[in-house]
């Protein structure tokens, strides 16, 4: 199994700051990595797959970037609406998911 | 569009089996890989298992024995069954579609992202 390890567990930000998280892998996955969001009550909400690729519809103040073993989702500018927790999965073997870091308002 | 629906028994008993369907509407059925996942209350997530349309299975291997994933393309259709269920067993049920077309994907040889979830089912295990 690949263990992904997600950091900080909690990052708090104001509104309109820059939010950086951080996802590491037990082992390389190259670049078969993608980033969730979920609010409660909701199912995830892909944003970022192939570690950089946005999906469809995702606003552009979101962006991955990495390979290999270590990983990092940068929301540019944070909305009101992007509080939330966010989850790395790695797919290069059978899919695990980090543990999540949830972003809160500061 | 794709649209996922999904239902099944939301409360059980320990040692009874879950049983839950997801339909899918719009987009191809038998052009992608079609998965389960659940989130315990509280906590993370953690895929269960996938099929493809001919019936190909893949699953967690920490489940495998206790997890049947079966199709029904006649309906866009597919379920899952866990059987000898206990309170670990308590999460938030999602279906969910690989993001990649099953051919992109299989020339891959990796597994797959997913872009579209179902609404999820809150099962219970409780005596």
């Known amino acids: 199994e690949i263990v992904m390890t997600q950091s900080p567990a909690t990052l708090s930000v104001s509104p309109g700051e820059r939010a950086t998280l951080s996802c590491r892998a037990s082992?390389?996955?190259?670049?078969?990595l993608a980033w969730y969001q979920q609010k409660p009550g909701q199912a995830p909400r892909l944003l970022i797959y192939?570690?950089?690729t946005r999906a469809t519809g995702i606003p552009a103040r979101f962006s991955g970037s990495g390979s290999g073993t270590e990983f990092t989702l940068t929301i540019s500018s944070l909305q009101s609406e992007d509080f939330a927790v966010y989850y790395c999965?790695?797919?290069?073997?059978?899919?695990?998911f980090g543990g999540g870091t949830k972003v809160e308002i500061k | 569009q794709v649209q996922l629906q999904q239902w099944g028994a939301g409360l059980l008993k320990p040692s009874e089996t879950l049983s839950l369907t997801c339909a899918v509407y719009?987009?191809?059925?038998?052009?992608?890989?079609w998965s389960w996942i659940r989130q315990p209350p509280g906590k993370g997530l953690e895929w269960i298992g996938e099929?493809?349309?001919?019936?190909?299975?893949n699953y967690n291997p920490s489940l495998k024995s206790r997890v049947t994933i079966s199709v029904d393309t006649s309906k866009n259709q597919f379920s899952l069954k866990l059987s000898s269920v206990t309170a670990a067993d308590t999460a938030v049920y999602y279906c969910?579609?690989?993001?990649?077309?099953?051919?992109?994907?299989?020339?891959?040889?990796?597994?797959?992202?997913?872009?579209?979830w179902g609404q999820g089912t809150l099962v219970t295990v409780s005596s």
């Open positions: 969910a579609r690989g993001g990649y077309p099953s051919r992109f994907r299989e020339l891959r040889n990796a597994y797959q992202q997913f872009d579209y």
């Open positions: 719009g987009g191809s059925f038998s052009g992608y890989y």
């Open positions: 099929i493809n349309h001919s019936g190909s299975t």
């Open positions: 082992q390389s996955v190259s670049s078969n």
């Open positions: 192939g570690a950089s």
């Open positions: 999965q790695q797919y290069n073997n059978w899919p695990s």
